[in-house]
């Protein structure tokens, strides 16, 4: 008997996504928003990603490394958090922050659905699926203050970095208006 494959957040897989990463980086071209592309081993994890940031800037020198929650309300709204990937989240505070109801983790056939990504793969570049389903997205303002941001695109095997003014180019281009996130401690 053999297995069935199971689509995980990889280029291996990146057919089957609802907008191809090559679809992206020519939205991203056509745009003219200049990024630089890194190739990895797929990441799953902050604690991954840490581990293959060669040529990347550190967070001392300007690198903005960020975790992205896919998250919903008892409302049924969707919502992307993107957030420095030290930070503590608590997900109550967080909800009065984005001014949302009780906030729960989204499942990844939504996540697929809505974002169209898969679990790994989640960025503020999947809001070029988010922003015609509604999602609404909320950044920790001290990325907008870092030299480059860096995110995947669409797949965990690889990482774009581009500065802060050129991800705010792509979101507006999409119609989106962040929600700013400033946390206590900041």
């Excluded at 991203?28 to 990603?49: G, R």
């Amino acid at each position: 008997m053999t297995e069935a494959i199971m689509p995980d957040a990889s280029s291996l897989f990146q057919d089957s996504l609802p907008v191809h990463p090559e679809s992206l980086i020519s939205q991203l071209n056509a745009l003219n928003i200049t990024f630089e592309q890194f190739t990895h081993p797929p990441l799953k994890t902050v604690d991954d990603s840490k581990e293959h940031r060669q040529n990347m800037l550190t967070k001392q020198n300007g690198g903005g490394h960020i975790k992205n929650l896919y998250l919903r309300d008892h409302k049924k709204n969707n919502f992307l958090a993107v957030i420095q990937e030290d930070q503590n989240v608590d997900l109550k505070e967080l909800a009065q922050m984005m001014q949302s109801g009780r906030l729960s983790f989204g499942s990844a056939v939504r996540l697929l659905e809505n974002l169209g990504v898969r679990p790994g793969a989640v960025t503020p570049l999947s809001m070029i699926t988010g922003a015609n389903k509604g999602v609404a997205i909320a950044i920790d303002t001290r990325l907008f203050n870092v030299e480059k941001i860096y995110m995947h695109p669409l797949v965990n095997d690889k990482t774009l970095s581009m500065t802060p003014e050129q991800l705010h180019l792509f979101l507006t281009h999409l119609e989106v208006q962040p929600i700013n996130l400033v946390f206590p401690n900041q």
